[in-house]
C-alpha cells in the first residue's frame, strides 16, 4: 500500500543520487546497482526508488539500457560555474559584476530591519536604499542578492545604473573607496520566491553569504545578503603555511586576483582578386 511519505523517501534517494553523481563519487558510464539492491541499502520499497530514478532519468542524469541495467549519464555542460576567490574579495566582485548578466528584481528606498539597521549603523529615522538581484552566467541563474546601502550613498545611482554595472562600482563612482569586509558564509534552504528566481526546487540546500563592507573611515557602505546555487558556484581560498617552528597555522594568501584574458588574434589581411 502507497503511503503519504514515499513521494518524500523518493525525494532524499534521488538527491542523494544526484549528489553522488555531481560530485563524480558515481562516474560518468558507471553502471548502478538494481532496483532491488538499492532498496535494500536505503530501506525502502522497489517502488520508491524506480521514483527516484525515473526523477534522474527525467534530468538525463542515467540511462536505462533494456537487458544491461541503469547508467550513470554526466552530460558535458555548457553552463560556466563561477569560481570566488573567497581571499579577495573586492576584485572578484567588481570583475563578476562585469563577466555576468544581471536581472534586477526590485529597487526601492526602504525602512530596514533592526538588523540591517546594526549592520550599517543607521540613524533610527535613516532609510536604505533596497535591491534584489539576480546573476546569470550563459542564461542560467546562480545567485539571488539583497543588498542594502544607507539612503544618502544610494541616491548617486538610479535603477537603470544597477540594472548595468556592479553595486560595488556605483558606490565606489560616487566618491566613496571600499576598504574592507566583513562576511560570514553558511547554508540554508531555498524558500518558494528565491526558489523560483534561481529555477530550482524548493527546499534545494543552497551557499548563503552574508557581506558588510567598510569604507576607508570604517563607516559601513553596503550589507548584502547572497545565496548562491552549490552547482553553479564555487568558493575558493588559497591558503600558505605561515608562523614560527611549532606554532606554524594556515593564513589566506595575498595573491592578486587574475583574470586570463584571450589572446588577440593576428589582423586578417585581405587578399584581392588577381
Known amino acids: 500500500m502507497r503511503t503519504a511519505s514515499e513521494p518524500l523517501k523518493a525525494r532524499r534517494i534521488y538527491l542523494l543520487l544526484k549528489d553522488k553523481i555531481a560530485s563524480g563519487e558515481l562516474?560518468?558510464?558507471?553502471?548502478?546497482?538494481?532496483?532491488?539492491?538499492?532498496?535494500?541499502?536505503?530501506?525502502?520499497?522497489?517502488?520508491?526508488?524506480?521514483?527516484?530514478?525515473?526523477?534522474?532519468?527525467?534530468?538525463?542524469l542515467i540511462q536505462k539500457k533494456s537487458g544491461l541495467g541503469t547508467f550513470v549519464h554526466r552530460p558535458a555542460s555548457k553552463?560556466?560555474?563561477?569560481l570566488a576567490d573567497v581571499s579577495n574579495v573586492f576584485a572578484h566582485l567588481i570583475e563578476?559584476?562585469?563577466?555576468?548578466?544581471?536581472?534586477?528584481?526590485?529597487?526601492?528606498?526602504?525602512?530596514?530591519?533592526?538588523?540591517?539597521?546594526?549592520?550599517?549603523r543607521l540613524a533610527p529615522d535613516e532609510r536604505s536604499q533596497r535591491s534584489v538581484r539576480v546573476r546569470l552566467v550563459d542564461g542560467v541563474p546562480f545567485s539571488y542578492l539583497i543588498a542594502n546601502v544607507p539612503e544618502r550613498i544610494g541616491r548617486n545611482y538610479s535603477r537603470e545604473d544597477l540594472a548595468r554595472m556592479p553595486l560595488l562600482e556605483l558606490i565606489e563612482r560616487s566618491g566613496l573607496t571600499s576598504a574592507s569586509a566583513r562576511q560570514e558564509i553558511s547554508a540554508v534552504l531555498s524558500s518558494p520566491d528565491v526558489a523560483e528566481a534561481l529555477d530550482v526546487d524548493v527546499g534545494m540546500p543552497l551557499v548563503a553569504l552574508r557581506r558588510t563592507v567598510y569604507g576607508k573611515d570604517g563607516q559601513p557602505m553596503e550589507h548584502l545578503q547572497a545565496l548562491y546555487r552549490p552547482d553553479r558556484y564555487t568558493l575558493q581560498m588559497n591558503l600558505e603555511r605561515t608562523g614560527d617552528e611549532g606554532h606554524r597555522h594556515w593564513s589566506p594568501t595575498a595573491e592578486v586576483y587574475r583574470r586570463e584574458r584571450p589572446r588577440r588574434r593576428p589582423p586578417v589581411r585581405k587578399v584581392g582578386k588577381s
Open 27 to 60: 562516474a560518468d558510464g558507471e553502471r548502478l546497482p538494481g532496483e532491488f539492491a538499492l532498496a535494500e541499502e536505503h530501506n525502502v520499497s522497489r517502488v520508491t526508488i524506480r521514483q527516484a530514478l525515473d526523477l534522474l532519468a527525467s534530468e538525463d
Open 79 to 82: 553552463v560556466r560555474t563561477i
Open 96 to 120: 563578476m559584476g562585469r563577466t555576468t548578466d544581471v536581472r534586477l528584481l526590485s529597487f526601492d528606498y526602504v525602512t530596514p530591519s533592526d538588523q540591517i539597521r546594526e549592520a550599517l
